[in-house]
């Protein structure tokens, strides 16, 4: 009761551990785990945990979006190449221990960096008084859209100067993320489409005459099995007639 | 408690980081084509926590980046949709021309 | 809620309020969740035996067999609970909560009636869909971890399936949320207050046509028939959830239901008016409409002396009436669905994928754009030809929405005309360029 009252006073701090530990945590689940699906389902995890963290901040669009997208979507077309390639060999495949090794130094070093940068500037690190602090609901969908059309609604508070200096909104980068999405989409579908020529057999004819080759070897193949299954069958009725009588 | 009761732009940003060492190191260290895949979604939102952080007004009243951070991240996201697509197409023709997913056999241009 | 329960054990904004609060919460959407599963899993076999032409069950619990969901139930509880050999033990046995986690955490932003909501989310919208979207997930890891070929089929098909539908399903949701200028459902539902030729279905021949898609889209969404490829008993023995047996494979069916319900009461509020019916009893009858918008926690319980003391009983009523009509309108979709599910023969992978893709998203778009061009060019909408009334909460909305606009406008002006303003070389700039084309096309032109 009394841990419920502490944490109930610090909520937003105990929720910010609780999705912070989810997010790291299962980031180390997919970092340590060696098959790929199970990668894939830590990572779904610790997306939206992340997620969850920006609600906390006050993003809700944005974490909406991180949901919707990222996890719904991005997440479900990466697990879906897992699954096309998911075969016995490369489920689980193991890393090199030198790889291992270069890899905690590099990232170990990188990590006390970033850490150190993240604390060291004192205006990052001044601690807010959020016993108090409740996410209002804001209303930030409208000045978001807004802002991708090139009107800054919440910037018009600030002095002239800030508009000017390239603050007036988003349009420009809006238009080329579409342009880069359709071109994306394009390109995606070229590259992933199915080839219908194999490079060793160009001609036509000889390409035909390998089909029907195949399907020969697979007919004839039909055909044995299904003698013997029949072959088969008919000795095991025979067997159990035999035993009837 | 000392440690609860004060989460800053700071702590979200460590959160950010070790997300970013994270998915660095995942990168790095994967051999399947997919795991390296995920390693940049990781390194990506590691970027993105530290936007949303700078741009909170609840974490910082003053001087935050306002919008300006959350539309950043919006980008982010939107482009790691594009970026997932593209790079499962290559590692789908790969895995087509090659039968293998292990970025280590991926040096025919190792001259 | 949380200032509910603060009242009735007179403690004043303490944590225990919260989370008795949220507890009150959960248990009811529980409620709705797991009640809905039984009284749909019966609906669907008594309708599917109508359809048929037989009887349904009869046995347990009387006349209508309405128990036989529960009896199942128990029946399932007691039965092995099955791992494959094959399996990924720990994914094949945390999917099916996964799946219904999912279905569950939708049901926080949904409101129930105006201020009948578990939590309000601005962006309500795109959290419902977000959430329900994480049910594929379920069925990707059940079909993965199964380790059956059927499993992973079904799986494939699914997960191909609902990332190409939640394409126009989004662009569907998208034309209220442009018509009502808000992602929040409350305030969609309440803009359409009043009669039903209020309910953005009737808007304009646009909206009408996307109601339709959003339909069709959230069926083929949560997998039912005619687009249950993912559980094809025909070719797939039983999709994803094949090797499943006992408590969890029920807690697929769960999973399935409960999303079931909440799209069509997604639809309902979007398109259908939400908790407002279409007759509007808790605007004409005074008593009931006493209560109206404002902070809806705060209005029931004014002045707080005894426990009860300054409830607004009009308010209280009207709530429930808009919590039936909204629970009904759900069941009506339901309905539809379970209707459809057993008229129509299944359609084979590539002709859902065709439909998708080929016919629902550019109707979406197309109804999309229509219905922005009805809202650009003020066209008339059934309500206003009509001439039925608005009430209240729509005409505190407009004056809401208006005020907001206005101020948007004043303010906005000068961010696009200062740097022209203060900027003289931008000025020149622009002039120049206001110039140079006029020229060239009168040289082109002599």
Known sequence: MNLLAVAWEYWHQSFFILFAACAIGFGFGVLLSKNVVRMAFYLVLSLGSTAGLFFLAGAEFVGAMQLMIYVGGTLVLLIFGVMLTAQKDFINMDTHTQDWILATIVGGSLLMVLLFAAFGAEDWSKPQDLTDAKIESTKEATPLGLALTGIRVDTLGDSGDAVKQGKSGYLMPFIIVSVHLLVVLIGAAYMARTKKLSRATDDKSSRAKLMLFKMEQETEQLEEETYVVTHRGQSALNRTDSQDE | MILIGTVSVSWYLAVGASLFVLGAVCMATKRNLLGVLMGVELVLNGANMNFIAFGSKVLRPEGSLGLDGQLIALFVIVLAAAEAAVALAIALNFYNNHNTVDVDRANELNG | ?446
């Open chain 3, 1 to 446: 809620m949380a200032d509910f329960v603060d009242h009735i054990l007179g403690l004043n904004d303490s944590w225990f309020g919260h989370i008795v609060a949220a507890l009150v919460a959960a248990v009811l959407i529980l409620h709705v969740v797991a009640v809905g599963a039984l009284l749909f899993i019966w609906m669907e076999r008594k309708i599917s035996g109508r359809i048929q032409d037989r009887l349904g069950p009869t046995r347990v619990g009387g006349k209508y067999g309405w128990l036989q969901t529960l009896a199942d139930g128990l029946k399932l509880i007691a039965k092995e609970d099955v791992t494959p050999d094959l399996a990924d033990k720990f994914l094949f046995k945390i999917a099916p909560y996964v799946g219904l986690a999912a279905s569950y955490a939708a049901f926080i932003a949904l409101p129930f009636a105006d201020g009948v909501v578990g939590q309000h989310v601005n962006t309500a919208v795109f959290f419902v869909l977000a959430v329900l979207g994480l049910e594929v997930f379920s069925v990707i890891l059940a079909g993965y971890a199964s380790g059956s070929k059927w499993s992973l089929f079904g799986a494939m098909r699914e997960a191909a399936q609902v990332v190409s539908y939640e394409v126009p399903l989004g662009m569907c949701v998208v034309v209220p949320v442009m018509i009502c200028g808000t992602m929040n459902l409350t305030t969609i539902a309440n803009m359409q207050s009043g009669f039903f030729t209020n309910w953005l279905v009737f808007n304009d021949p646009f909206t009408f046509m996307t109601a339709i898609i959003y339909f069709t889209c959230a069926t083929a969404g949560v997998n039912r028939a005619p687009f249950d490829l993912a559980e094809a008993e025909s070719e797939l023995v039983a999709g994803f959830h094949t090797e499943y047996s006992g408590l969890r494979w029920s807690l697929f069916f769960m999973a399935e239901y409960s999303s079931m319900f909440i799209v069509s009461a997604l639809a309902s509020i979007l398109f259908f008016g939400g908790p407002h019916g279409p007759i509007p009893i808790t605007e004409i009858v005074p008593f009931l409409s006493s209560g109206g918008l404002g902070d809806p926690a705060k209005q029931a319980f004014t002045e707080s002396e005894g426990l009860l003391a300054g409830w607004d009983l009009g308010l209280i009523i009207s709530r429930i009436i808009g919590v039936t009509n909204l629970l009904l309108k759900g069941l009506v979709g339901v309905t539809i669905m379970m209707w459809i599910r057993w008229s129509f023969p299944r359609l084979r992978i590539d002709q859902v994928m065709t439909m998708c893709l080929k016919y629902c998203v550019p109707l979406a778009a197309i109804g999309f754009l229509g219905a922005t061009a009805w809202q650009a060019l003020d066209l008339p909408t059934a309500s206003s030809v009509i001439g039925t009334p608005r009430y209240k909460h729509h005409e505190l909305w407009t004056a809401d929405h208006n005020k907001d606009g206005s101020k948007e406008e004043t303010i906005s002006t000068p961010v696009l005309e200062t740097p022209h303003e203060d900027d003289t070389h931008a000025e020149a700039k622009t002039v120049t360029e206001n110039t140079v084309p006029v020229s060239v096309l009168r040289g082109g032109n002599q």
